[in-house]
């Protein structure tokens, strides 16, 4: 088999490269080692940037967006029961929206049976060959037999847990990591939010996030040790957890009920360079993990693929190397600042297991300085709005 553009990994940073190449006559085969149902199944993020948005209007992709999406201008912290709004679009002109990665997923899907691009699920990539050469193989197994796909390009798409970043020789691969010793308890539950924004709250219990999917569907987050198990958390401790670390204000719109998803995600940086080697470009969570608390990690992939689908274009219509050249740097700028501020974020909102009085007086302080400085606030809403790429 043989296509220009190689992808391994159907999530949205796969499915999103292979629409905007598409879109632009070139041609790329897309491998998935789970199924599409599985694929679909996974509840992930749901705050885009603008540079996302316009990322998804690029591959025409953004019609359902539009008009079910929510428009949030600004966002609420909360620290030991005071509250205080971020007015993102004063400060920036700009603003955030809420629509679930799954939906983002489907959109693409749909846009990509449309067109007729192969897709091939249930297909494990299982080796990449001769990255460095003119023309990189992928090897992988699907219907039961081992198969190999001939490409210019491989893009890989496919994850922290994925093939493509092992293959840049230790020799030249550089790994930064830092793992956080807590984790986030998460419900969804089709009940409606407690607030028209997200709230982030700092509590001597540990942290909380109010969320949401849609204006009947809510995700909420706790604050917990790893080594917890989900029977441990029914949904009535759940709920009256939350209550007291969202603080009464926004307890009192708290809407309980079953939870139709549970789950613990371990918080986690994590960045690998160089995003390229050879033919072959990491993006998104193959190359990069941010804590959650910033809503950068689905943005961050989104913006990768924007930059590799113009390196790719230009390199396709116009002979041009350069952009190709400037991937992994370019990227990089953008990750790093993304991995700044999810850390501040999670620094700044969490209760850490050794942290003593001094620390927590510090976040006081933080607060305290970020409640009275509007250069502050500018800041936090720059990042949180993030940076078109």
Known sequence: MRTQVGIIGAGPAGLLLGRLLSLNGIENVILERRSAAYVLSRVRAGVLE?????????????????????????????????????????????????????????????????????????????????????????????????QTLECDFVAGCDGFHGISRTAIPPSVLRTYERAYPFGWLGVL???????????????????????????????????????????????????????????????????????????????????????????????????????????????LAAGDVR??????????????????DAYSTQCLTHVWRAERFSWWMTSFLHTLPEADPFARKLQEAEFAYLARSKAAQTALAENYVGVRH
């Open 189 to 299: 539950a089709d009940v409606k939010p407690c607030s028209d924004e997200l709230i982030y709250a700092s509590h001597p219990r540990g942290f909380a996030l109010a969320s949401m999917r849609s204006p009947t569907r809510s995700r909420y987050y706790i604050q917990c040790p790893l080594d917890i198990q989900l029977d441990q958390w029914p949904d009535e401790r759940f709920w009256e957890e939350l209550k007291e670390r969202l603080g009464p204000d926004a307890a009192a719109h708290v809407t309980t009920g079953p939870s139709i998803e549970k789950s613990l995600a371990p918080i986690r940086s994590f960045v690998a360079e160089p995003m390229r080697y050879g033919r072959m470009f990491l993006a998104g969570d193959a190359a990069h993990i941010v804590p959650p608390t910033g809503a950068k990690g689905l943005n």
């Open 50 to 146: 603008r540079g996302t948005v316009e990322a998804l209007e690029e591959a025409d992709c953004a019609e359902r967006l539009r008009r079910e999406a929510l428009v949030h201008h600004g966002l609420q912290i909360v620290f030991d029961n005071r509250y205080l709004r971020i007015d993102l679009q004063a400060l920036t002109g700009s603003s955030v929206v809420v629509y679930g990665q799954t939906e983002i997923t489907r959109d693409l899907m749909a846009a990509r049976e449309s067109e007729g691009s192969p897709t091939f699920y249930e297909a494990e990539a299982t080796k990449i060959v001769d990255p460095e050469s003119d023309r990189p193989k992928i090897i992988f197994r699907h219907a039961d037999r081992d």
């Open 307 to 324: 930059i590799l689908a113009r390196a790719l274009i230009a390199y396709y219509k116009q002979g041009l190397t350069d952009l190709l």
